[in-house]
């Protein structure tokens, strides 16, 4: 859970839930940016799991001691723990911003610990964008696609097919990726000859992480 709340009533920014099959929960965002990075997250197989305003950062600035929260912290498949702060590149941008950003990421290279700040041009790129809220679209009633699954594990036993061979129609395949039962290249548009395979390969096995 949060260890600062993160949705409030208060402002005037965007600020929801999204419903996470991987965590079994809501997860909170206070940006639309946020919500489009947990798409990152909730869909990358190099991300086991992962939770929002995870813990309190403090560091030194050179006057006195602040306090940060990461805005997400990732648990890779790796064992590694990422912290990552999403920040819109016109933010970053700014001096103030910008000094702020490069003092906590010194601290905690300092400290050993992974950190990375990922913006619009990372997140919202396109076709991965665009398949990712497609995905998220599906990702529901998992468990009524056993028997389909044991279909198209019979099909792709000895490797990849085109999506165009798998004789399921256009839904049916997007639930199927989006519950991981098929994986393809997310980062190129999917289309009729796409190549969709039991197991992530090196296109999608991480997206971004």
């Known amino acids: 859970m949060p260890a600062r709340k993160v949705v409030t009533r208060r402002g005037r920014r965007f600020r929801g839930y999204f419903p996470s099959r991987k965590l079994g ?3 909170a965002w206070e940006s639309l940016l946020e919500r489009d990075a947990i798409l990152l997250l909730e869909f990358s197989s190099g991300v086991v799991s992962y939770r929002e305003q995870p813990v309190l950062i403090e560091y030194f600035d050179g006057q006195q001691i602040r306090g940060y929260y990461p805005d997400f912290e990732a648990d890779l498949t790796d064992g590694d723990v990422l912290h990552v702060e999403v920040k819109a590149s016109f933010q970053l941008a ?14 905690y290279r300092r400290r050993q610990h992974d950190f ?8 919202r790129r396109e076709p991965m964008h665009s ?5 998220a679209r599906y990702s529901r009633h998992c468990e009524t696609l056993e028997s389909t699954r044991r279909q198209i ?6 490797g990849a097919l085109p999506m165009n061979a798998l004789g399921l129609d256009d839904a049916c395949i997007w639930r199927l990726l989006a519950c ?6 997310l980062a190129a548009p ?4 796409t190549l969709l395979s039991l197991q992530g390969g090196g296109d999608d ?5």
């Open 190 to 193: 999917i289309m009729a000859t």
């Open 205 to 209: 096995a991480a997206l971004l992480f």
């Open 180 to 185: 991981g039962y098929l994986h393809c290249n």
């Open 153 to 158: 594990s019979f099909l792709l036993k000895d």
């Open 116 to 123: 990375r700040i990922i913006t619009e041009a990372e997140i």
């Open 25 to 27: 929960r809501m997860v």
């Open 131 to 135: 398949n990712l809220k497609n995905l």
């Open 94 to 107: 700014k001096p103030k911003i910008e000094s702020k950003f490069r003092v906590i990421a010194a601290d």
